[in-house]
């Protein structure tokens, strides 16, 4: 290794990108010894447009251009890092990466990047950093490129007798609408990495369906992300099976951020640390919010609501808590159902200490349960724009309690589409429903 790539130096460079910015001296040597040094001769073309993305490459020394053909987009020197999406998802390249000097490179692997993040919360943190950092650059490009877009427009309007001075400004125009598609690109592959993150962190349906036999679950995010989550678990020691309804704060990328969060957390608590009483799951989960958010240093009160239930079968037990969430509980054969409620504190916001309460009680085989966000009782109508409602909601899951669960999810999202009409969907709908 050369003393400009020495593992020091490394961790000097890592520092200072944005996706292991809050990553400590021990993952940042990690990292530092597994990157690959390799040299890039004046001229040559690190890798072409349309070539399967893997790596992320960071430069040590020299200078790179990121081009189109003869367009240059952008030129990168020490420090900087191009192919970072490569390291997310196997996706074509956008453009070419062409040397313009000799340059050294620093080489990361996508294979040994998902082991890094999966096991570092921090690394996952810096991903959404730079996805949500740039999507919003590219919203302001847009809106710049949009402005001189309209008033190239205009000026061409006024100088229709110029027959010269209109094909050079059409020629311009159209330059800008290559440069806003490509942004347009850009911004689309931001959130779609997004939404492939959102699906790996989201717990296979298998081992739902394994243990709820007889369920469904409604999930329509409002975007191509969404801010509500489900999660589930299942003890092997005890065979009980945790089932968590989350509402995060948001919707879009910021509720999926917070979506991210409460899946890793949820998985390091429960999974990792053997923590299985409902109350202290959610206290131990406000308290890892408060301070990834560091909340008690910003005013920001971003959190979740949310329900959760450990279910066991052999003793037909069910235990409850919940943070401003709640469960609707009908038992076999009853008019009415019981609205089971958490306690009125969400996750995340003032406070890191907070206490929760659980509650037990005893079912009856045939009861049904459903667990639900407020995405699909908000919904405003397309014919009235009147909301759904809860009281609407419930007379519907009175309704068919009784039909098989498969059947079930298709009326309940009928019933939705039909009552949204033409009106956009106002929020991120998720509703979760199993019989015992």
Known sequence: MSQLGSTERRMQILKNISIFANSDDALLRKVAETLTEILAKKGEIVFYKGDVGRKMYIILKGLVKIHDQDYTFATLT???????????????????????EDTQLLVLDQKMFYGIMITHVSVLQGILKVLVGRARNNNKLQEELARERAYIIQQSEEIK??????????????????????????????I?????????????????TKNLPHSFIFYLPKDVVSGDYYWFYEDKITHRFLVVCADCTGHGVPGAMMSFLGTT??????EFEGVRDTDEILERLNKEIFLALKQGKRDTKDGMDLCMVWIDKPTKTIEFAGARGQMFVIPPNATEGIAYQGDKIAIGGERAEKCFTRQFFQY???????MFTDG?????????????????????????RDLPFEEQHKIVSNTHFEWKGKEPQTDDVLMIGYQL
Do not use: C, W
């Open 364 to 370: 009856e085989e045939g009861t049904s349960f459903y």
């Open 265 to 270: 957390y949820l998985k390091q608590i429960v």
């Open 78 to 100: 020490d420090g900087q890092v191009f192919g970072e999406y490569a390291l997310l998802d196997t996706e074509e390249r956008s453009a070419s990466v062409t040397a313009v």
């Open 161 to 190: 007798s110029r027959s010269e001075e209109i094909l050079a400004q059409q020629d311009e125009i159209a330059k800008k609408n290559a440069v806003l598609h490509e942004q347009n690109q850009l911004i689309t592959s931001s």
């Open 192 to 208: 779609e990495y997004a939404r492939h993150i959102q699906s790996s962190l989201l717990p296979e349906m298998s081992e739902f």
């Open 376 to 400: 699909y009782r908000d919904q405003f109508s397309g014919t009235t724009n009147r909301k759904f409602m809860v009281s609407r909601q419930r007379e519907l899951l009175l309704s068919i």
